[in-house]
């Protein structure tokens, strides 16, 4: 073995190790990180895009103080509902939680399912401008004036690779990717290509795989039942006094409020806002668990399995 790997593979040992446990949303992801953070006196990191928002605690089945069970949950109610959070964000604050957890000697644990965020943490975020007002303001005089629609073709004129991935009904993106061109010259796609040397920790990934579809399902329409019996209306009813809120905020569009929002504003029946809600959250699940089994270096995990922990463990000690 030559002297240079065997200095790389003694540098890899070297690094502190981050436990990630990824799923779909209610695969039990939640508890079994608070049952590892107990076995290693470990801390937790929410790596979820709706529990980041206060005052939104019903509706994205927020842990309870109880049931953190006395284990620190960094990144949970950090911004309003009305302000808005980026990938870029969540990677600066999980490496400041990250190296205050390793500097007292514990283990992080991140868990969530908002993939976005773990692909920007682990492999790495482009070298993208920050937001310019200036700029978002003459983009949207452009789509005030000749519609979504054109704004998107343009988009696919300019970067049909982006143009082809973001939705034409995604004003967010689509009004993103524009600003980026207009900013450097260069598009999405190209400065996406462009990838930082990774962080130095050592990632040891898990990921809640269910193979019972069915079961999985079976537990989302629990929890949003369980939902609508802990008074989620109330919870959006206290949320629609805030007058800064509406329907395109990624706050609210987040699974279950945008349903519940809708059925407040009289667009269908208590009865049909349950039943998108549930069919929105399988749909969720969906899209998370065709990223994961895409997803390069994650140990699969069954969900529900009371052995979980003790296949974690030889990983981490």
Known sequence: MSETIAAQIENDKALPKVVTIMGPTASGKTALAIELAQAVNGEIISVDSALIYRHMDI??????????AGIPHWLIDIVEPEQSYSVAEFCKDTIACIEDILSRGKVPILTGGTMMYFNGLIKGLSNLPNADEKTRAQIQLFIDEHGLEAAHEQL??????????????????????????????????????????????????????????????????????????????????????????????????????????????????????REKGIIATR???????????????????????????DLILPYIR
Do not use: C
């Open 59 to 68: 509706g994205t089945a927020k842990p309870s103080l109880e049931e953190q």
């Open 156 to 273: 696919k004129e300019i970067d049909p690779e982006s143009g082809t991935r973001i939705h034409q009904n995604d004003p967010q993106r689509i009004m993103r990717a524009l600003e980026v061109y207009a900013l450097t010259g260069k598009t999405m796609t190209a400065l996406q290509g462009i990838k930082p040397e990774p962080l130095p920790y050592d990632f040891v990934q898990f990921s809640l795989m269910p193979e019972d579809r069915a079961l999985l399902h079976k537990r989302i329409e629990q929890r949003f039942d369980l939902m609508l019996q802990n008074n989620f209306e109330q919870e959006v009813k206290n949320l629609r006094k805030n007058k800064a809120l509406h329907l395109d905020l990624p706050a609210i569009r987040s699974v279950g409020y945008r349903q519940m929002w809708q059925y407040l504003d009289g667009v269908f029946s208590y009865d049909e806002m």
């Open 283 to 309: 749909q969720l699940a969906k899209r998370q668990i065709t990223w994961l089994r895409g997803w390069e270096g994650a140990i699969s995990l069954e969900t529900g399995d009371s052995k979980n922990i």
